[in-house]
């Protein structure tokens, strides 16, 4: 593994940058960065939907939520795959297919997360900003939001790490991140087939492993600044 990794470590971080296309895992983790940002806002829209007391609004994002969540994220990846190019007649890298599978996949899961972010502030959140005089959108915006918000990230840095796996299924549509690398490594090779998708799992591991640690240090500040909050 090890002559592996010192023959081909440009090939795994970026791809066949600059003679070709970014990838490798600078491919991965822009990926999986760019998804969960453009999620972001339709995550949102979606989380309002789902606690809106208007039917005309719920009954709709509670429809997405449920069918993106049952549904796996390869058959998004082939539905973007072949969709995209009719609506907008002309070819689509398979980066762009790749970003408008996981925008739409992980808004959903943005949505469940901001949703329960929500609903587990006290009820008389909402009642406050109402009787300041906000209309329930302004107190969304400017009391609720951002708590919950805030109270989420967690959660959403979670998120993006089961993001930056799932990048891995762009293999099937021949995006050049970190998983097409190691394929294109073992065509080289032929011969060390074990070896090389065991660096990869590695790879991985130990990337996962780190954004993990970063999240904890994330929760353990969110929790000393709300007991200082609380002192306060």
Do not use: C
């Not at 390869?74 to 762009?96: E, H, K, L, Q």
């Not at 109270?151 to 021949?174: A, C, M, W, Y």
């Not at 969110?222 to 909050?229: E, F, G, P, V, Y």
């Amino acid at each position: 593994m090890l002559d592996i990794l010192s023959d081909n470590w440009l090939l795994l971080l970026v791809g066949q940058y600059p003679n070709g296309d970014m990838g490798g895992l600078v491919a991965t983790i822009s990926l999986a960065l760019i998804s969960l940002l453009l999620a972001f806002p339709f995550g949102i829209l979606l989380a309002l939907g789902r606690i809106s007391p208007y039917k005309i609004f719920y009954y709709p994002a509670t429809a997405i939520v449920y069918i993106v969540r049952g549904l796996p994220l390869i058959m998004f990846i082939f539905w973007a795959y072949f969709f995209v190019p009719i609506v907008i007649n002309r070819p689509v890298a398979g980066a762009t297919t790749m970003v408008v599978a996981l925008v739409f996949y992980e808004s959903a899961y943005m949505a469940e997360i901001i949703r329960s972010g929500i609903q587990a502030l006290p009820a008389g959140q909402l009642e406050a900003g109402r009787s300041l005089g906000l209309s329930y959108m302004q107190s969304m915006r400017k009391v609720i939001l951002p708590q919950a918000l805030f109270n989420t990230i967690p959660s959403i840095l979670s998120q993006f790490i089961s993001t930056v796996k799932e990048t891995s299924l762009g293999f099937v549509i021949s995006v050049h991140e970190l998983t097409f690398a190691a394929a294109q490594i073992n065509n080289i090779l032929l011969t060390k087939p074990f070896e090389v998708f065991g660096l990869l799992a590695l790879t991985y591991f130990t990337l996962n492993l780190i954004l993990t640690g970063l999240v904890k240090l994330v929760e353990i500040r969110i929790a000393n600044s709300r007991i200082l909050a609380a002192q306060g």
